[in-house]
């Protein structure tokens, strides 16, 4: 009797104990993308994308960066958000740090608000520093129009809840402890996920595979290959490898941090809806920008361009085996849950009403 009134006063308290916001929950992982957010906008403000001078002609000295002299109004976009990002993300180190699992006021929406201009700084410095055509310009832009689309209504639709749960006196109710644990699973491991791939995807994007060039030079019949100073070497020897690798990296990297904005959603949910479905396919569109960008950019041979394909397809296979996989298991689920409704109705009109069992069997 005594552990029995002890496991009812545990689960009582329990019950009674505050939920955590999502912000604490992925108290650990925010830390994690913010020091690694600080880390490569550090190492990409003193290494800025480019290059730098190689001799001292024309005005400029040996060691200087190479992109403020060639496209100064890039250099300028490029060094403000890098450095808003960088100070950001220290601001939101020490945030995660003063958070608690009752914090659901100024500290919450603060943090909120800081990690957003972290991201968004960090997506103008990425498109600044590695923009180097039109083409390159003009992608970027349609990729990150995208996600000032989904950041504007997911704004004021946390300003609108915000402004109900103050009205309502913050008494919602919670789900169950069960589907909270495998709800901040998840987010967990995607964030993790994430976190990672925006770092990678950002030092790739500013610092291209091959290098850039330490000069111009425009050409002629007895002349190399003409090119132009600080682009990258990549783009005049394998074009198409070039396009291919911007536009996966790019993809990848944009697409983590609409990951990231929506796991720090409360509205997404384990349960099957648009926003679940939209996190799993993101998810999938981020891996297979990852493997593209990888292909495209560590290849130069046909041979191995051939050997990296194949892993990209065995990764793909796994990918869809995976998705097939958790259909069919909620197709069970959805059939076992039929059966047992119909068993259920069967008993109840053969097994628990008696009366009815013993005239059916007289008749």
């Avoid at 402890?177 to 987010?187: F, G, L, N, P, W």
Wanted: with cysteine; net charge positive; glycine share 6%.
């Amino acid at each position: 009797m005594a552990r029995e009134d002890q496991a009812a006063s545990q689960s009582e308290g329990q019950k009674n104990e505050p939920q955590s916001t999502t912000e604490y929950q992925l108290k650990k992982y925010l830390l994690l993308l913010a020091t690694l957010v600080a880390t490569v906008t550090y190492a990409a403000g003193l290494n800025l994308p480019g290059g730098v001078w190689q001799d001292t002609l024309q005005g400029h000295t040996v060691g200087d960066p190479i992109l403020p002299d060639t496209q100064h109004r890039r250099y300028l976009v490029f060094y403000y958000c890098n450095a808003t990002a960088f100070t950001a993300s220290l601001v939101v180190c020490l945030l995660v740090l003063a958070l608690d699992k009752k914090s659901k006021g100024p500290v919450a929406v603060l943090l909120r608000l800081v990690m957003l201009l972290d991201l968004l700084a960090l997506m103008g410095a990425y498109a600044a520093g590695s923009c180097r055509d039109r083409f390159t310009t003009i992608y970027s832009l349609l990729l990150m129009s995208s996600v000032f689309a989904y950041i504007m209504p997911a704004l004021v639709a946390f300003a609108i809840s915000k402004l109900a749960a103050n009205s309502n006196g913050n008494n919602n109710t919670s789900s169950s402890s069960s589907a909270d644990s495998r709800r901040e699973e998840m987010h967990e491991t995607l964030m993790l996920l994430t976190t990672f791939a925006v770092a990678v995807t950002y030092v790739a994007g500013l610092n291209p595979p091959g290098g850039f060039w330490g000069n111009t030079v425009h050409g002629g019949v007895a002349l190399p290959q003409p090119h132009r100073v600080s682009h990258p070497v990549l783009k005049d020897h394998h074009p198409r490898r070039y396009q291919a690798f911007f536009v996966c990296n790019t993809t990848a990297f944009v697409v983590s941090l609409i990951i990231i904005m929506l796991l720090m959603d409360k509205k997404l949910t384990k349960e099957v809806s648009t926003r679940f479905v939209t996190l799993y396919v993101l998810v999938v569109v981020a891996l297979l920008g990852l493997v593209g960008a990888y292909v495209a950019g560590s290849s130069r041979e046909r041979d191995n361009t051939a050997y990296v394909i194949g892993l990209g397809i065995a990764v793909l296979a796994c990918i869809l085996l995976q998705l097939s996989l958790k259909i069919e298991m909620r197709q069970a689920k959805a059939i076992r849950a039929l059966f047992d409704a119909a068993k259920e109705r069967i008993q109840r009109l053969f097994v628990d009403d008696h009366s009815r069992y013993i005239y059916l069997y007289i008749c």
